[in-house]
């Protein structure tokens, strides 16, 4: 799923089971935030977490708004 991701150009991605290690170091090289573990009271943030901001919004341009 990591190399679709990357093909598609994606940057941003959210699993609800564990990733491989395999995977974890290619959405790193790839440049991909790897979400994964999700579950209604959460998740873990695995490659890139500083793409996430709890608590608010970023817009297209990268301005963050609080929301």
């Not at 190399?3 to 170091?25: D, E, F, N």
């Not at 999700?38 to 901001?53: K, N, S």
């Amino acid at each position: 799923m990591v190399q679709k991701s990357a093909a598609i150009g994606a940057t941003v991605m959210v699993s609800v089971s564990a990733p491989t290690a395999l995977a974890v170091r290619m959405a790193h090289a790839a440049g991909i935030t790897l979400a994964a573990i999700a579950r209604a009271d959460g998740f873990e943030v695995f490659t890139h977490p500083y793409r996430i901001l709890f608590g608010t919004v970023a817009d297209a341009a990268g301005q963050q708004r609080f929301g």
